[in-house]
Structure formats: C-alpha cells, structure tokens
C-alpha cells in the first residue's frame, strides 16, 4: 500500500517474479471492471473487488501481490493481506483526494522507505523465506 507514486507497481512488478506469484495491480483490476469510482464508497468496492481476486488466486493455490493504494484503516480491514508492504517513500502523491484521505498505517509488515525496487524486492523475498 501506499500513494500513488510512490513506487508500488515498479515495486510488485519486480517481487512478482521473485514470489512466482499472481498480481492484482489496481488499474488493471479498476480497468477490468470499467469502474473508476475514487469516492470513499468506490474505494470501498476496489478493496472488496481487490480481495475477491485475490482469495480466487489463494484458494487456486497461489501467491498473490496486490498493488493498491488502500488508503484507510476501513479499507485494510476489507484486504486482510498475509503480508503487508508499505511504500514509505513520498510525502504527497500526486492526487489532493488521496492525499488527504491517506492514513499512515500503523500495523505492516515491511516498510519501504527509497525507490530502489530491486534491492527492496529482494530484501523482502529473503524476509518471506
């Protein structure tokens, strides 16, 4: 999780490989359903949306990387990921709406804090094995 811009796709498209792991990036899966609702209700649906694919990749037996912003508490509770990566690595993104709805999490599991996705995917393969 993280704002927009702050390195989450270049992040998974690199930890994906690594993982051997099915992605759920959050255009994409937004893009599928022709659904672009940023409203606190429509980010409410990308997560329930988000969740579902993922549980449907878990249930079949593999990994999955979600890259979505997921900028509420509220929100993280509708995505209960296994591990959670937040990408510390901007101030601001480059949307007023999210930024001012963004809630610094208090509970994950690893925290990214420059952009260097390789050497993060990396540190973060190692700390999963």
């Known amino acids: 999780m993280g704002l927009p811009g702050s390195g989450k796709t270049t992040l998974a498209s690199n930890l994906v490989p690594l993982l051997n792991a099915k992605w759920?990036?959050?255009?994409?899966?937004?893009?599928?359903?022709?659904?672009w609702d940023f409203s606190p209700e429509g980010r409410t649906k990308q997560a329930n949306r988000m969740w579902?694919?993922?549980?449907?990749?878990?249930?079949?037996?593999?990994?999955v990387v979600a890259d979505f912003v997921?900028?509420?508490?509220?929100a993280r509770e509708l995505f209960p990921?296994?591990?959670t990566i937040w990408m510390d690595t901007i101030k601001k993104g480059r949307?007023?709406?999210?930024?001012?709805?963004?809630?610094k999490p208090e509970k994950?599991?690893?925290?990214v804090t420059s952009m260097?996705?390789?050497?993060?995917?990396?540190?973060?393969?190692?700390?999963?094995n």
């Open 24 to 35: 759920l990036n959050a255009d994409e899966v937004r893009k599928a359903a022709n659904d």
């Open 81 to 83: 990921a296994d591990y």
């Open 52 to 63: 579902s694919k993922a549980l449907e990749f878990k249930i079949q037996g593999f990994n």
């Open 70 to 74: 997921c900028p509420t508490p509220a």
């Open 95 to 103: 949307f007023d709406d999210t930024n001012k709805m963004f809630v």
């Open 108 to 111: 994950f599991d690893f925290k």
């Open 116 to 128: 260097d996705a390789k050497v993060w995917a990396e540190k973060i393969y190692q700390e999963l």
